[in-house]
């Protein structure tokens, strides 16, 4: 049962255009998010977060959105830099014990 | 700053054999994690530890022992390493209460002949 959920392993886009990143959950619980970008033989660093009473929060470049009623979420990157190119998980977490539940991430690709 | 670091970063051993993993953190964080890494499963939490001596089962804990005597430290013990271990295996680990992010070492490739 996979409770956090990236359905697209994959993403190309164009250097200067936006990138589009997205998540879905299923378990209720959840209420606390955040975006992890990963590169090659390095480990996950993180990127953004966002906890349940907001629908937006920004970072720069990066800004996550949190649709609680549809139970998704999003990373926006604008503009994409070749440097994003990376794999991006997306995790959450809710109650006392602050484990985090991973999705598959997704490769992100900026080319130049 | 060295903050939260992983030895070794590759390792390969046979399978039946004991092999330790070492994390060691200098932030002073009450929490710490093992995950592991594998094609097509993302990031799975293994162990996990509040505090020192208090340690629970994450999602995939079978094979895998943990001890937590000092809070800068968390090895991840491998019994009697099977083929199925091979993996990229990550500490991290935060600061405390509240909503705040799991900072990650830099991984260990452990390959199982």
């Known amino acids: 049962d996979q409770q956090v959920k990236q359905n697209s392993p994959s993403l190309s886009v164009q250097e200067g255009r936006i990138s589009i990143l997205n998540c879905d959950y299923t378990n209720s619980m959840f209420d606390y998010f955040l975006w992890y970008k990963k590169y090659p033989a390095e480990g996950p660093t993180f990127l953004i977060s966002?906890?349940?009473?907001?629908d937006k929060n920004e970072d720069g470049r990066f800004t996550v959105f949190l649709n609680k009623s549809a139970k998704h979420l999003s990373l926006h990157i604008v503009p994409s830099q070749p440097g994003d190119s990376a794999v991006y998980f997306c995790?959450?977490?809710?109650?006392?014990?602050?484990?985090?539940?991973f999705g598959k991430g997704t490769l992100l690709t900026v080319n130049p | 700053d060295a903050g939260i670091t992983q030895s070794p970063r590759y390792k390969i051993t046979e399978t039946g054999r004991q092999v330790t993993l070492m994390c060691h953190q200098t932030?002073?964080?009450?929490?710490m994690f093992w995950y592991r890494q594998d094609l097509g499963h993302g990031l799975r939490l293994i162990y996990y530890s509040a505090a020192a001596d208090i340690t629970d089962k994450g999602e995939v804990p079978d094979g895998y022992v943990v001890s937590r005597s000092k809070t800068e430290n968390f090895p991840l013990t491998l019994e009697s390493a099977t083929r199925s271990q091979t993996s990229v295996y990550f500490c991290?680990?935060?600061f405390g209460q509240g909503n705040q992010p799991q900072h990650f070492g830099d991984g260990t490739r452990l390959s199982i002949l």
């Open positions: 991290a680990s935060r």
């Open positions: 966002i906890s349940s009473i907001k």
């Open positions: 995790a959450a977490s809710g109650g006392s014990n602050y484990k985090l539940t």
């Open positions: 932030w002073s964080h009450s929490y």
